[in-house]
């Protein structure tokens, strides 16, 4: 746990600062970072929950870890940067907020159903697709064409856009696993499109985001098991890199996603030998790397990475 001295007269004039950040009408369900009180902000940085909250100090928590940061100069927003550990810090703009932690940069942190821009969402049967960008709505319908884009504002509850159009286009973004229902690509919203007098329903958001901003352990490869006390991880970065621990060895890669699956560029390892059974374990661990196909999550939330040669198991470590 880090616990950090923090300055009063500083952390006054970064709330101060962020307070400005603030839209001209203020929403009573959102907390009003900045505005004198005590306050608590929740925010998911892909699959990473933090919570910054403020008073006297801005204590940001991340699993098990605390750090109270310092006000920094930024040109834009207000930037925190812990005390003696300048590779950590919380930057927010409004209500999002960038993450750093000792030098590495996590996904955008935003509140629970939250649109990102760009941002797509898609359906079928029928089929029709949504895309949000530079605050203005495009909504594609078979057998109706492309819409004009037509700009947005949020509607009254968390997720919810509307067009001043008449009549009114309302999307509603939820958090909760979506799959394709042709695909079967998973994405992290569940979406609804009320136009018309039709509902629309899909997916939304960015795949990434359910693989991003954390640690998975793997604990089953190609049905198997895995070898007691070894350890086979994966992290997956939001510039494409994925590294993590082969059994032995540690790897580093890059991975992509597409409309249909996820695959990655075949892996460099260090070069460490360790007992004939984790070195055998680690070229399958590097096989199923290697011939990547796509992803999916069971009941039970844990990541299923299949691949030509079967597949491999892993939950979150918190």
Not at 97 to 114: H, I, M, N, Q, R
């Amino acid at each position: 746990m880090h616990i950090k001295t923090l300055s009063p007269a500083l952390l006054a004039a970064a709330l101060t600062t962020l307070a400005g950040c603030s839209t001209a009408t203020p929403d009573t369900s959102v907390p009003r970072i900045g505005a004198g009180e005590p306050f608590t902000a929740e925010l998911n940085c892909g699959r990473l929950p933090i919570s910054a909250k403020g008073d006297d100090d801005l204590l940001l928590t991340v699993g098990a870890e605390q750090f109270v940061l310092n006000r920094a100069i930024s040109a834009s927003g207000a930037r925190y940067v812990a005390e003696g550990e300048p590779e950590t810090s919380l930057w927010f703009k409004g209500e999002q907020a960038w993450l750093v932690l000792a030098g590495d940069e996590y996904p955008l942190c935003v509140p629970s159903d939250t649109i990102i821009e760009p941002y797509r969402a898609a359906g079928n049967e029928p089929f029709w697709s949504a895309t949000l960008d530079g605050g203005q709505l495009t909504l594609n319908r078979l057998n109706e064409g492309e819409s004009p884009a037509q700009p947005y504002m949020p509607g009254e509850t968390a997720g919810e856009v509307v067009t001043n159009t008449a009549p009114p286009i309302r999307l509603q973004a939820t958090d909760q696993l979506c799959r394709d229902s042709m695909s079967g690509m998973p994405y992290p919203q569940r979406v609804n499109v009320r136009v018309d007098g039709t509902t629309l329903r899909g997916c939304g958001g960015d795949p990434a985001r359910l693989l991003q901003g954390g640690e998975w352990v793997v604990e089953d490869i190609n049905g198997g098991g895995i070898i007691d006390r070894s350890r086979v991880t994966l992290n997956f970065w939001r510039n494409g890199q994925v590294n993590g621990r082969a059994s032995c060895n540690n790897f580093m890669g890059e991975y992509r996603l597409s409309g249909e699956g996820l695959s990655m560029s075949s892996p460099a390892t260090t070069r460490k030998a360790c007992a004939p059974s984790l070195m055998e374990q680690e070229q399958r661990v590097l096989r199923n790397l290697q011939t990547l196909q796509g992803f999916d999550f069971d009941d039970t939330g844990a990541l299923l990475l299949r691949s030509a040669e079967g597949s491999l198991k892993a939950r979150l470590e918190h």
